[in-house]
């Protein structure tokens, strides 16, 4: 079954109770006629167009928009319809009507939808440059210049200009546009609904075409856009052209449910009327029938269906409080479904959408019904997205608010200028137009914070990679790794709706991005950044192979050879195992003094551990008399007591002197030993010895031993230590844990 045949070729209104769907009794809103598209023909041809007075043509349009802008001034409206029904005479539609019919049908679907006149007069005309001999500067002098922005923005480019790529670079162009005025997308949705409306006289495979291009481009971005009206209607049909089998059986379910004798949505409809009247809350309460997409999906999940999956209700209060009045009452007078309980009013969704979500479960046969709780305005905006809005440029955005105070669309939304920002990399039509399909893929929108208190809007599954070039952009390439709610976590860490990202920056302007960052890049602008930068750097020769892996060996064998001591002393010997910790010394030359009991006995600090004051320490006697002195909280400490080791008493003396082991983690880049180590100088630690591990995934991990004259400059040392560009952590040798 064709689109045509299930949604008659009509410019009717857009209404939840759309085409093929039944609603129960009652529940639809008054509804004007179905419009004739013939007839709506020949009065374009032959009505009244006399100056000053409106044709009889446009009479529905004028209807539809005084019921949303009473005083608004129409004769923009007659001058247009005069310009485009002078300029459409002779040309018809392939489905027979005069072409006139199409810019009414389209110009009436906004009208409905609550479209301003500027809107309106645009959406008249958005055919005339395309198809006639009518000029943009024409436009713009009898309409002005933000109708001629209008047409122009929908405007297609020419084939034989464009060739295969006409249909891409028609999509950034009209894209473009909308970045600058959300209007375009509006018009050219209404414009692809009526086209959808009227598929059925094309050729299948064209069928087919059309509807892949609104499935993928246009039904996401009115959904992004909110405009959930025509959305719903736009899915219904591409399901109707892609899957007419599933389609027909799920319009055979819903005229089954029709055909019922009982209708469980209107009895629990009249039993939440009850509640909300004794409560004394103003309400009205509606049913929503689902369209056809949405049953076929909840009938995936559930099969067989029951009579409350055929709908929702929909209750409608004057402000937020009344909202959250109501979702009490429904929650204490009858029996809530906890787990499907949302709140979209005080966490709105990206695309604008406000409201309560709630379940409520039958006594009887315990069918669980939905119901969605919202203010009008709330309602209005739900339905009709940006269109809503009117002009979201008549004021500064700072006066801009909705018409009962509530929340005002930004004119950017943060998806459209990601998305204009990465289109700029994406010269190749095709490669804009897959990655304009991904982008448009992903449904939902987080939100992360960066250290300064701004935030960052991202879709979701997006990574620290992706935050970094939504934030720094093409030098975002100097990104070393990134702390996640104040973890250290590394570029592939997937984000959560709320969380904290400090980004770690290199120095080097150099810098390269990593070719693993590819896997990890959800956003079109990392990936394409990533792409662009790692397809600019040469391709290595043979040779050049050769010298980096020597270099990198070369790197290895020099941070070995600066694990000496600065005094050209012996490298440490190898570290024992855990289970003698004491084999290792840890006093001598510049450690701090440790009283023993009884006095003059010889006092090693363990190497497990590296105590210093004012740690917490406690000693056991070891062969040969030798005290061993351990934190408190050394794993070592456990075993040698259940070892049965005797406990030695032991304290800090007056010395201020202290030996410690320092771990310090960095990203690798050149000269970075001999930053750290001077920073260390600075600070008058003596570097005893220094171990650098051979770096993994652009990480490099360094243990050094150092003496300071005073065991209080040691906070100051392992600030100074991170401080050091690329180096993103210093912390104390840690004690191995129990049974490592």
Request: hydrophobic share 40%; glycine share 6%.
């Given at each position: 079954?064709?689109?045509?045949?299930?949604?008659?070729?009509?410019?009717?209104?857009?209404?939840?109770?759309?085409?093929?769907?039944?609603?129960?009794?009652?529940?639809?809103?008054?509804?004007?006629?179905?419009?004739?598209?013939?007839?709506?023909?020949?009065?374009?041809?032959?009505?009244?167009?006399?100056?000053?007075?409106?044709?009889?043509?446009?009479?529905?349009?004028?209807?539809?928009?005084?019921?949303?802008?009473?005083?608004?001034?129409?004769?923009?409206?007659?001058?247009?319809?005069?310009?485009?029904?002078?300029?459409?005479?002779?040309?018809?539609?392939?489905?027979?009507?005069?072409?006139?019919?199409?810019?009414?049908?389209?110009?009436?679907?906004?009208?409905?939808l609550g479209a301003e006149t500027t809107t309106l007069t645009a959406s008249l005309l958005h055919d005339t440059v395309e198809d006639t001999d009518v000029t943009l500067d024409q436009v713009g002098e009898q309409f002005g210049a933000e109708v001629r922005y209008l047409v122009d923005g929908v405007t297609k480019l020419e084939k034989v200009d464009y060739g295969a790529a006409a249909e891409p670079e028609t999509f950034r162009k009209m894209l473009l546009a909308t970045g600058n005025d959300v209007r375009v997308m509006s018009i050219k949705l209404a414009d692809r609904l009526h086209n959808m409306r009227t598929l059925g006289v094309m050729r299948r495979e064209k069928q087919e075409r059309i509807a892949k291009v609104t499935r993928d481009v246009l039904i996401p971005l009115a959904e992004r856009l909110g405009v959930q009206a025509l959305k719903s209607e736009l899915e219904d049909l591409v399901f109707a052209v892609m899957h007419p089998e599933e389609y027909e059986h799920t319009r055979e379910l819903?005229?089954?449910?029709?055909?019922?004798?009982?209708?469980?949505?209107?009895?629990?409809?009249?039993?939440?009327?009850?509640?909300?009247?004794?409560?004394?809350?103003?309400?009205?309460?509606?049913i929503r029938p689902r369209h056809f997409v949405s049953l076929h999906r909840v009938s995936r999940k559930r099969d067989p269906l029951r009579g409350a999956d055929f709908g929702r209700l929909l209750v409608l209060v004057q402000d937020d409080a009344d909202c959250y009045a109501v979702l009490g009452e429904l929650h204490t007078c009858m029996t809530p479904v906890v787990s499907e309980f949302k709140d979209f009013i005080a966490v709105p969704k990206f695309n604008l959408y406000q409201s309560l979500h709630t379940a409520v479960?039958?006594?009887?046969?315990?069918?669980?019904?939905?119901?969605l709780i919202r203010t009008h305005q709330m309602h209005k905006v739900a339905e009709a997205g940006v269109v809503a809005l009117g002009n979201p440029y008549a004021a500064p955005p700072e006066e801009q608010t909705a018409g009962d105070g509530e929340r005002a669309d930004p004119t950017r939304p943060g998806w459209l200028s990601r998305l204009l920002d990465w289109q700029?990399?994406?010269?190749?039509?095709?490669?804009?137009?897959?990655?304009?399909?991904?982008?448009?893929?992903?449904?939902?929108?987080?939100t992360v914070f960066r250290p300064d208190g701004g935030t960052l809007g991202l879709p979701e599954g997006a990574t620290c990679v992706d935050a970094a070039y939504a934030q720094y952009g093409e030098d975002a390439h100097a990104c070393m790794g990134a702390r996640v709610n104040g973890r250290l976590a590394t570029m592939s860490t997937v984000l959560r709706d709320g969380d904290g990202v400090q980004l770690l920056m290199g120095q080097d302007p150099a810098s390269e991005p990593s070719s693993d960052w590819?896997?990890?890049?959800?956003?079109?602008?990392?990936?394409?950044?990533i792409?662009?930068?790692?397809?600019?750097?040469?391709?290595?020769?043979?040779?050049?192979?050769?010298?980096?892996?020597?270099?990198?060996?070369?790197?290895?064998?020099?941070?070995?050879?600066?694990?000496?001591?600065?005094?050209?002393?012996?490298?440490?010997?190898?570290?024992?195992?855990?289970?003698?910790?004491?084999?290792?010394?840890?006093?001598?030359?510049?450690?701090?003094?440790?009283?023993?009991?009884?006095?003059?006995?010889?006092?090693?600090?363990?190497?497990?551990?590296?105590?210093?004051?004012?740690?917490?320490?406690?000693?056991?006697?070891?062969?040969?008399?030798?005290?061993?002195v351990h934190r408190a909280e050394c794993?070592?400490?456990?075993?040698?007591?259940?070892?049965?080791?005797?406990?030695?008493?032991?304290?800090w003396g007056d010395s201020t002197e202290c030996r410690v082991t320092l771990l310090a983690e960095s990203f690798g880049r050149p000269h970075l030993l001999a930053d750290l180590t001077e920073a260390m100088a600075l600070e008058g630690a003596e570097i005893v010895s220094a171990t650098v591990e051979p770096p993994d995934r652009q990480r490099v991990r360094h243990t050094y031993t150092v003496l300071l004259p005073d065991a209080a400059r040691l906070p100051a040392l392992m600030r100074a230590m991170r401080d050091v560009a690329g180096v993103y952590d210093v912390s104390r040798s840690q004690p191995q844990p129990t049974g490592a």
């Open positions: 079954m064709n689109a045509e045949a299930v949604n008659p070729a009509s410019p009717g209104p857009v209404t939840p109770a759309s085409a093929g769907q039944v609603a129960p009794a009652g529940a639809r809103r008054k509804a004007r006629p179905r419009i004739d598209l013939r007839r709506l023909g020949r009065a374009a041809l032959l009505g009244s167009t006399a100056r000053g007075r409106l044709p009889d043509a446009i009479g529905h349009v004028v209807e539809a928009h005084r019921a949303h802008h009473s005083d608004a001034d129409l004769d923009p409206l007659r001058r247009a319809y005069v310009l485009a029904e002078s300029s459409h005479r002779g040309q018809m539609r392939k489905s027979g009507e005069p072409y006139i019919t199409h810019p009414l049908a389209v110009t009436l679907i906004l009208a409905e819903v005229d089954e449910n029709a055909a019922r004798a009982d209708d469980p949505l209107a009895e629990v409809a009249e039993d939440v009327r009850k509640v909300l009247r004794e409560a004394d809350i103003a309400a009205e309460v509606l479960a039958r006594a009887q046969d315990r069918q669980v019904v939905e119901v700029r990399g994406a010269p190749d039509p095709d490669t804009f137009w897959s990655t304009l399909r991904e982008d448009l893929a992903q449904d939902r929108e987080i590819l896997e990890h890049a959800h956003t079109p602008a990392a990936r394409i950044a792409q662009r930068r790692l397809a600019a750097r040469p391709a290595p020769t043979p040779t050049d192979t050769e010298a980096e892996a020597g270099a990198a060996a070369e790197t290895g064998n020099h941070a070995r050879r600066r694990t000496a001591p600065a005094d050209d002393a012996p490298a440490p010997a190898p570290r024992p195992a855990a289970d003698a910790p004491e084999a290792r010394p840890g006093s001598g030359s510049g450690s701090p003094d440790v009283l023993v009991d009884p006095p003059g006995a010889t006092v090693r600090l363990a190497g497990c551990c590296t105590p210093v004051p004012p740690d917490r320490i406690t000693g056991f006697a070891v062969r040969g008399g030798v005290v061993t794993a070592a400490v456990v075993r040698m007591k259940s070892a049965g080791r005797p406990e030695v008493d032991v304290r």
